[in-house]
């Protein structure tokens, strides 16, 4: 049975790829992902904010008590924590490296395309064998125009590719107008994969504080519908790769995203609920299922559900509408 795919110019040994997580934060549970049978792990990101306390950081330090006014020269923000700094991220990629025999995917947490992507080259030249963009940016200007917020991904890709050879994928959230048309644009400014999607984290209200709260969800396999439905609709107009990611939780998740032409699936939520076990029971389902079904390969099955053939992708989601609002009947 062949579950080899091709993903970000690599053959990874099976579509299962530990996602950015907590999981990656430390060699042991890195050496555990590889041995439960994931083919490759995204790294934890590095945040832009991380890098832009770093050059306050150094700021302050270069100019303490050169002025008059030195108090004003030390008013800092609280820095917000996060795990490790810039130089720890790279010690942390070259460590996962000499743990772990499969790729390591560095991540880039932002949304400017300003000096902050020079630090991709840092990440290539410690041994990362890919990048992964994770673009998380929320628009709340109200004068910013839908095509300057596309242009702006645009930017931070370009930045990126300028200074590095390793290949990029640039993992997005949905919430674009026309989301085929934001794909192909990405796709032409060489991006190496897409993941789809990004989930955007909702803050709660603690009513006893009254203060806004972090309330971190994990996936349900509901949420693999929306990616589900543009990788169907991409396969086969992109020369990118397509990841899936959000929601995938069991063998079933992972083959219907193979079969509308996902390359790779990323799991994150089933290995934090399960334990990373949960790969390899996840790879077993889907050798089973292959074998029941007749399918000798993972290349044989990708894109074969897709909407490839669909001459107007537009109108076959309309019938889908008109069919599932029609299908729905409510108890008597």
């Not at 990440?123 to 702006?152: K, R, W």
């Not at 086969?236 to 959000?246: D, Q, V, Y």
Request: aromatic content about 8%; some cysteine.
């Amino acid at each position: 049975m062949d579950l080899t795919t091709q993903y970000l110019g690599m053959k990874l040994k099976n579509p299962l790829v530990a996602s950015a997580s907590p999981l990656s934060e430390n060699l042991n549970s890195i050496r555990k992902l590889e041995d439960a049978g994931v083919s490759a792990i995204v790294l934890h990101s590095l945040f832009e904010e991380q890098l832009a306390l770093e050059t306050l950081d150094l700021h302050h330090h270069l100019t303490h008590g050169t002025e008059s006014y030195a108090e004003s020269l030390t008013y800092f923000p609280e820095p917000v924590r996060f795990y490790g700094g810039p130089d720890e991220y790279l010690e942390h990629i070259e460590k996962a490296k000499k743990a772990c025999a499969i790729p390591i995917i560095a991540s880039l947490n932002g949304y400017t395309a300003g000096g902050w992507t020079k630090y991709a080259k840092h990440i290539e030249q410690v041994g990362a064998d890919a990048l992964e963009l994770n673009i998380y940016h929320i628009p709340t200007q109200f004068d910013q125009s839908g095509e300057a917020i596309e242009q702006s991904y645009i930017d931070v890709l370009q930045s990126v590719k300028k200074q590095i050879s390793i290949p990029v994928a640039v993992k997005l959230s949905p919430f674009f107008s026309n989301m085929a048309y934001m794909a192909r644009r990405l796709d032409e400014a060489g991006a190496d994969a897409l993941v789809l999607f990004n989930r955007f984290y909702q803050p709660d209200i603690d009513l006893e504080n009254l203060d806004v709260r972090p309330n971190v969800i994990l996936s349900t396999p509901h949420a693999m519908r929306l990616p589900l439905r543009w990788i169907a609709i991409l396969y086969g107009h992109l020369k990118c790769n397509l990841a899936a990611t959000s929601g995938i939780h069991t063998d079933e998740d992972v083959i219907k995203m193979l079969m509308v032409g996902a390359n790779v699936t990323m799991l994150c939520s089933t290995l934090l609920k399960n334990g990373v076990d949960e790969a390899r029971r996840i790879q077993d389902g889907i050798v089973e299922w292959m074998e029941e079904n007749e399918y000798e390969s993972v290349a044989q099955m990708q894109g074969s559900m897709s909407q490839k053939s669909c001459a107007n992708p537009e109108a076959f989601e309309r019938a889908n509408y008109m069919k599932t609002l029609q299908s729905y009947q409510p108890r008597s």
